[in-house]
């Protein structure tokens, strides 16, 4: 029978708190580091051509708002594992708000495809005036391991003049090619890179 008498504690009290402890110390050393993902703009394209006189006036466009479900306001990197499951990765996490890896890549890619600095996101520019606005409601974007990754989104392109609104709902599908999460990562990256060339040739149909 173990016992403590006042603040003393006897030997064998003392070697099971210091071997508990070592325990502790042991499981806190042998935890995964997390890993760290981001979105990244298209590399290599070219700006599609303009119409118009060389040296016009390059278009402007307004992005935003753009909106994401719930289920992405995390850091944690979601899959999807059956048709109403879900996986939370806690060592696999996005290296910023997905949100704001969303606008900073459509607003990169945007700029190459349209040949254009004028590029503004909606909650950071000061100025609610350009030639185009294009709002997004973004209903998915996620991926399945060795399946799919799938972007599905409603968007209105607007112009300042008073002309129809164009409003679209985009689905973009591209295979996975492992179980690894660069490779997951790699497959969403493809769907936003989709997304913004076709709202790209949308404003440049709008011009026309």
Wanted: aromatic share 8%; net charge neutral; with cysteine.
């Amino acid at each position: 029978m173990i016992t403590v008498t006042g603040r003393r504690t006897t030997f064998p009290v003392r070697m099971l708190i210091i071997a508990f402890a070592l325990i502790l110390t042991g499981c806190a050393g042998s935890s995964s580091p997390s890993t760290f993902y981001m979105l990244r703009s298209m590399e290599g394209a070219s700006p599609e051509k303009t119409s118009g006189a060389k040296g016009a006036k390059t278009v402007s466009v307004l992005l935003g708002p753009i909106s994401l479900p719930g289920y992405l306001d995390r850091s944690q990197m979601v899959t999807v594992t059956g048709t109403h499951q879900l996986t939370l990765h806690e060592f696999n996490r996005w290296a910023e708000s997905l949100r704001d890896g969303f606008y900073r890549v459509l607003q990169e890619d945007l700029s190459t495809l349209l040949g254009t600095p004028d590029v503004y996101r909606y909650d950071q520019s000061e100025s609610s005036t350009a030639d185009y606005q294009v709002v997004i409601d973004v209903t998915r974007f996620d991926a399945v391991p060795e399946g799919d990754a799938v972007l599905r989104a409603f968007w209105t392109l607007t112009q300042e003049a008073d002309t129809p609104s164009v409003t679209r709902k985009s689905v973009f599908r591209k295979p996975v090619s492992g179980m690894g999460f660069p490779e997951i990562v790699n497959a969403q990256n493809q769907t936003i890179n989709e997304f913004s060339r076709e709202i790209a040739t949308a404003i440049k149909s709008a011009q026309n």
